[in-house]
């Protein structure tokens, strides 16, 4: 068994092997029951809560920043143009994921489900 240090964040709890991870895999999820299947054994896994945490609490400072600053500008830029209102939003979602899936692979470790 490899030490902990050795290993790719990413790599599979059963047979160690990079599992690929997509990076939406990152993302909060409200599914709790989700299950990761891996490539190489077909064994399942998921997240594990810390990681799940950081990516929860990225996304609300992601979205908190965003809210604070870019789409406050877009919003005063467009005079509350329908348009920017739709951009600011946008912006506010892409600050969410972005922090959030930047968060979780900081903290990124999988534990193996039955
Ligand atoms: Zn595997």
Same mark, same amino acid.
């Given at each position: 068994?490899?030490?902990?240090?050795?290993? *790719? /964040?990413?790599?599979?709890?059963?047979?160690?092997? =990079?599992? !690929? @991870? &997509?990076?939406?895999?990152?993302?909060?999820?409200?599914?709790? /029951?989700?299950?990761?299947?891996? /490539?190489?054994?077909?064994?399942?896994?998921?997240?594990?809560?810390?990681?799940?945490?950081?990516?929860?609490?990225? !996304?609300?400072?992601?979205?908190?920043? #965003?809210?604070?600053?870019?789409?406050?500008?877009?919003?005063? #830029? !467009?005079?509350?143009?329908?348009? $920017?209102?739709?951009?600011?939003?946008?912006?506010? *979602?892409? !600050? $969410?994921?972005? *922090?959030?899936?930047?968060?979780? &692979?900081?903290?990124? &470790? @999988?534990?193996?489900? =039955?």
């Amino acid at each position: 068994m490899p030490s902990a240090e050795l290993r *790719a /964040k990413d790599s599979c709890p059963h047979c160690g092997r =990079p599992v !690929g @991870l &997509s990076r939406w895999t990152l993302l909060p999820s409200r599914d709790n /029951k989700r299950i990761l299947t891996c /490539k190489a054994c077909g064994g399942h896994f998921d997240l594990s809560n810390a990681c799940k945490m950081a990516s929860m609490l990225g !996304g609300m400072v992601g979205m908190a920043v #965003a809210v604070a600053f870019p789409f406050g500008w877009i919003i005063r #830029a !467009g005079h509350g143009s329908k348009l $920017f209102l739709i951009l600011g939003a946008i912006v506010v *979602a892409c !600050g $969410f994921c972005v *922090a959030s899936m930047t968060l979780a &692979s900081l903290a990124l &470790s @999988l534990e193996a489900r =039955p």
